[in-house]
Nanobody, 122 residues
């Protein structure tokens, strides 16, 4: 069973940066597309960025293009999300998940981490 542990969230001022980490276990890391999602209070969960670990394919939501960068370290079974130029509207709980598809959409059987809170103050 897939298992994810997210870390790196916190409180940051607008314009600042954070790097989220997602340590994955319980499945063959290289075989999957892995994604970062976020959910703000009262809003639906949305795909932020996803990466095909074997082919390096990346997807970014329009709202984060040019500011966020997703990467993976196959030796560590870890996916990262570097978030720069953070805005108050980026405030949400960020989740790591797999499998997801190339449009960064999740399935009914997608497994989720516990999430990490990101708060951006204005």
């Amino acid at each position: 069973e897939a298992h994810f542990v997210e870390s790196g969230g916190g409180l940051v001022q607008a314009g600042g940066s954070l790097r989220l980490s997602c340590a994955a276990s319980g499945f063959t890391f290289e075989n999957y597309i892995i994604g970062w999602f976020r959910q703000a209070p009262g809003k639906d969960r949305e795909g932020v960025s996803c990466i095909g670990v074997s082919d390096g394919y990346t997807y970014y939501a329009d709202s984060v293009k040019g500011r966020f960068t997703i990467s993976s370290d196959n030796a560590k079974n870890t996916v990262y999300l570097q978030m720069n130029s953070l805005k108050p509207e980026d405030t949400a709980v960020y989740y790591c998940a797999a499998p997801v598809d190339y449009t960064c959409s999740y399935y009914l059987h997608t497994s989720w981490g516990q999430g990490t809170q990101v708060t951006v103050s204005s």
